[in-house]
């Protein structure tokens, strides 16, 4: 158990809770998410009533028990009430440009915030998980079995050009989602809603498949975004098509400025209809947000320093370690602080293309995986602020720990013949710990070896070779002005060529890197998914075998596995809170022991900084800073 890294993630927990503590954080913030999700009943209470119509009708509903506001709620526990209204937060961003504003389109890149212009019907929290509340809508109404559900208008809903909203629009927008919009929406609309049919001006009713997960059909279809159906008939463009002139919302910001590839500003709507609402209560503050964009982010750094954008979340190690002594921080101009994080933990991983020959042997990516050494890497290059990460859901009660439990071996067993047996070990969710004062740990490389060899690869003339003399060679393809994970990179591939592999690196700029991750067209890529405290429907759009193909999709790794297809239905349709959960760690094992990515490492907390102008409630919500937290609920006071 020495080679296993669960043991050392343990203790490095331990320490950082203690130094939480002495900082005065909610150290226990993680563990809040277990106890709101294992301490409560499936079915319990939603502060719901049956109507004269018999339906179950409700402000709101939670996938895993009771809500946590009632329909009287005054506002949000995570935000200030009385927060004044004015001023602007700025932000950078240094991941490529922008051509577009209309985040709902594969065609062009949509801007950061995009989605600011509109709303749906439910909107969930940053405190809960699995829960939603009447935004758009009044009442929700469904019965017992949950075979439809019929959402209510709140009167006096209207977009952003003072058209009222009607359920025309509601139809529309699901209606072009599901046939002309994002591979997501196509894939997943029509398999949960039937049909769906307007009953009145202000009211809509949503059909689900029979087949359809129970647990979140209602969230599926109260979360999809609204649009103007008259807006889109006027631009005279099809609704794929790039564009710089959003379609008609009513979320609480409109365009102010744009300059294509540069800035963007988005303004306050004065006459934004939902300010009154329980909901919107202390957020949506700032008259304008603006979003600069920057080449990279050494140059996005410096334009921190020099003022140009108030705000800036800092995700190099490097940078926050060397880099924050400028006189802003030094005068108090400028503040920066670490907070903590329950949400699941920022995972950082290269993942590999599974469509590509030489990766079809899960000892071959196990073997890779060897070869990368965090303990040094994590010393040398990031100072030591990360943690490894042995999990997709990192940081959370579904990461799978030691060995499978009774419930996940239920699950396990009938698919043995599918698995490798690592998964039924310990191995399932370990990965190798290397020595810490060496970048090549001579231990890790001699079992790498071995399972290159195991694989039917043999160093031939200092060249990996298989059966037939083929070279073992791949590309690596990275977005450019990635400097921290170029350095990850070059001493990964040095380690490589230990074992006789060619690895090369490729650098493009961002609209080729989406061309070419859109295709499939790369070896290996650097990987960051941002996984769901309550995982549903977008786990086949991630590794679902009916989406590797899909041009555009979400499975980037071409994940084709029978096992992993069972397990997702299983997540799907489990009716008791404990079937779930040991769907979800059994799924997290598998995925885990296929050695789809080679993880590199993870932080449970964020560090920002900003000016001394911004400002945040105490109170943090369970997911962190992020979603739902910045700028939705900061507010600007001199």
């Known amino acids: 158990m020495q080679d296993q890294r669960h043991g050392f993630v343990a203790a490095k927990a331990q320490d950082q809770s203690r130094d939480a503590d002495r900082r005065g954080y909610a150290a226990a913030l993680p563990l809040a998410g277990a106890a709101l999700i294992l301490g409560l009943s499936w079915h319990a209470a939603r502060a719901q009533e049956v109507g004269e119509d018999g339906l179950i009708h409700a402000h709101g509903v939670s996938t895993f028990g009771e809500l946590r506001y009632g329909p009287d709620a005054g506002h949000l526990d995570y935000v200030n009430p009385d927060a004044p209204q004015g001023g602007e937060m700025s932000m950078s961003w240094s991941s490529g440009s922008f051509d577009s504003l209309h985040p709902y389109s594969r065609i062009g890149r949509a801007a950061v915030l995009s989605t600011v212009f509109f709303e749906s019907m439910l909107e969930g929290t940053a405190d809960e998980i699995g829960s939603a509340y009447c935004l758009l809508c009044e009442d929700i109404a469904f019965p017992e079995d949950k075979s439809y559900v019929i959402f209510t208008l709140r009167d006096g ?254 699950l396990l067993e009938p698919l043995r013949d599918l698995l490798p ?53 791949f590309d690596i393809l990275l977005q450019t002005g990635s400097s921290e994970n170029q350095a990850i990179i070059d001493m990964f591939v040095q380690s490589l060529t230990r074992l006789g592999i060619t690895a090369t690196v490729t650098n493009v700029d961002a609209a080729q890197y989406r061309e070419r991750t859109d295709n499939y067209d790369f070896d290996m890529t650097y990987f960051r998914r941002a996984m769901s405290l309550s995982p549903g429907n977008e786990q086949n759009l991630y590794w679902g075998t009916r989406q590797a193909d899909d041009i555009g999709g979400r499975n980037l790794m071409g994940v084709k596995s029978e096992a992993v297809d069972s397990l997702i239905n299983v997540l799907l349709t489990s009716e008791e809170q404990s079937d779930f959960l040991a769907a979800a760690q059994a799924l997290d094992r598998v995925l885990t022991t296929g050695r789809y990515v080679i993880p590199i490492y993870q932080w449970n907390i964020s560090r920002i900084a900003h000016a001394r102008s911004l400002h945040y409630p105490e109170a943090l919500p369970l997911f962190g800073d992020w979603p739902g937290w910045q700028p939705d609920v900061w507010w600007y006071e001199e």
């Open 157 to 410: 809903v209207a977009f952003s050009d003072g058209t009222p909203m009607t359920a025309r629009d509601v139809l529309f927008s699901y209606e072009i989602l599901r046939d002309e919009g994002l591979p997501s929406f196509r894939a997943t609309l029509p398999l949960t809603i039937s049909r769906a049919e307007i009953l009145d001006d202000r009211r809509i009713r949503f059909d689900f498949n029979p087949e359809a997960p129970l647990r979140d059909r209602i969230q599926t279809a109260g979360g999809l975004p609204v649009f103007s159906e008259a807006s889109h008939i006027a631009s005279g463009l099809a609704f794929e098509d790039s564009r710089l002139e959003p379609l008609v919302g009513s979320g609480p910001y409109v365009l102010g400025d744009v300059d294509p590839g540069n800035r963007i500003v988005y303004i306050r709507d004065r006459d934004y209809w939902g300010d009154d609402l329980w909901l919107t209560r202390g957020r949506n503050n700032f008259d304008s947000i603006r979003i600069e964009y920057y080449g990279d982010g050494l140059a996005a750094f410096e334009g921190f320093t020099a003022g140009n954008y108030a705000f800036r979340q800092e995700n190099s190690s490097q940078a926050w370690a060397n880099n924050y002594d400028f006189p802003a921080l030094d005068n108090g101009t400028v503040i920066r602080a670490e907070l903590p994080n329950g949400n699941i933990a920022s995972g950082q991983s290269f993942m590999i293309n599974l469509r590509r020959p030489q990766f079809q042997d899960v000892r071959v990516r196990s073997a890779i995986a060897h070869m990368f050494n965090f303990e040094w890497t994590d010393q040398t290059l990031f100072y030591g602020l990360y943690d490894p990460i042995v999990s997709f859901w990192e940081n959370t009660w579904m990461e799978a720990e030691g060995l499978p439990s009774e419930a996940e071996l239920a």
């Open 421 to 473: 047996e690592t998964v039924f070990t310990e191995e399932a969710y370990a990965v190798p710990l290397s020595d810490p004062d060496r970048a090549l740990d001579r231990r890790q490389s001699r079992r790498a070896t071995a399972l290159l060899e195991e694989a039917g690869w043999t160093v031939q003339d200092g060249v990996l070779k298989d059966a037939a003399g083929t070279p073992f060679t």
